[in-house]
């Protein structure tokens, strides 16, 4: 049976824990989409075209690690707003969502655009302040020079971009449950998001 989970929301605000806790307990596969534009992002930085590189992609090209640098999500951010790229990555992300078992995604349009009819749709977010503390203190820890001003400018102005786009903004689904992880410990965060897909599954 497929079993379709979508959770979507800025960066940041904790989705990618929130969806590998969702996917273990229920044992479903996962999927970062979000690496699938990082992916594009660090090609576009060493001179490959944005739209070329999404057609293109390979499966041994999301190294979720190496993916996770400043640069490689601003510019995936941008890449993300070309809808050429978006459209070569549909199918991808189609074809995960519905395979046997069920799966769990997270990105910015997974329940309004890649999976509107997903069982359970998730909308993580959290104050814009609060994300880019978390994220400072991530980049901070990976030895990255930085201070929490650039931070939150970058964070603010990635929030603009992704909601502002033309094609797929960032947005709730209308029928998403949404979760504020802003003054939530990671644990309560997961413990909502795992209630709201077994109340789903019920």
């Given at each position: 049976?497929?079993?379709?989970?979508?959770?979507?929301?800025?960066?940041?605000?904790?989705?990618?824990?929130?969806?590998?806790a969702?996917?273990?307990h229920?044992?479903?596969a996962?999927?970062?989409?979000?690496?699938?534009?990082?992916?594009?992002?660090?090609r576009?930085l060493?001179?490959?075209?944005a739209?070329?590189?999404a057609?293109?992609?390979?499966?041994?090209?999301?190294?979720?690690?190496?993916?996770?640098?400043?640069?490689?999500?601003?510019?995936?951010?941008?890449?993300?707003?070309?809808?050429?790229?978006?459209?070569?990555?549909?199918?991808?992300?189609?074809?995960?969502?519905?395979?046997?078992?069920?799966?769990?995604?997270?990105?910015?349009?997974?329940?309004t655009?890649?999976?509107?009819?997903?069982?359970?749709k998730?909308?993580?977010?959290?104050?814009a302040?609060?994300?880019?503390q978390?994220?400072f203190?991530?980049?901070?820890?990976?030895?990255?020079?930085?201070?929490?001003?650039?931070?939150?400018?970058?964070?603010?102005?990635?929030?603009?971009r992704?909601?502002?786009?033309?094609?797929?903004?960032?947005?709730?689904?209308?029928?998403?449950?949404?979760?504020?992880?802003?003054?939530?410990?990671?644990?309560?965060?997961?413990?909502a998001?795992?209630?709201?897909?077994?109340?789903?599954?019920?």
């Amino acid at each position: 049976m497929t079993f379709t989970v979508a959770i979507d929301g800025p960066a940041a605000a904790g989705k990618g824990t929130i969806s590998k806790a969702v996917a273990a307990h229920f044992d479903l596969a996962h999927l970062d989409t979000g690496l699938l534009y990082r992916a594009v992002g660090a090609r576009v930085l060493v001179g490959v075209d944005a739209i070329d590189a999404a057609r293109d992609l390979r499966a041994e090209d999301l190294d979720g690690d190496a993916l996770r640098t400043a640069d490689i999500a601003q510019a995936a951010s941008r890449a993300a707003a070309i809808p050429e790229v978006r459209a070569a990555l549909v199918d991808f992300q189609r074809a995960f969502a519905t395979r046997q078992g069920g799966a769990v995604l997270d990105g910015r349009d997974i329940g309004t655009v890649i999976c509107p009819d997903a069982a359970v749709k998730l909308f993580v977010t959290a104050r814009a302040e609060v994300r880019a503390q978390r994220r400072f203190e991530e980049l901070s820890d990976k030895g990255a020079v930085t201070d929490f001003e650039t931070v939150l400018a970058d964070v603010k102005a990635r929030d603009e971009r992704d909601s502002s786009r033309a094609t797929a903004p960032l947005v709730a689904a209308d029928d998403a449950v949404l979760i504020d992880t802003s003054d939530l410990s990671i644990d309560a965060a997961i413990a909502a998001a795992v209630a709201a897909v077994a109340a789903a599954r019920a």
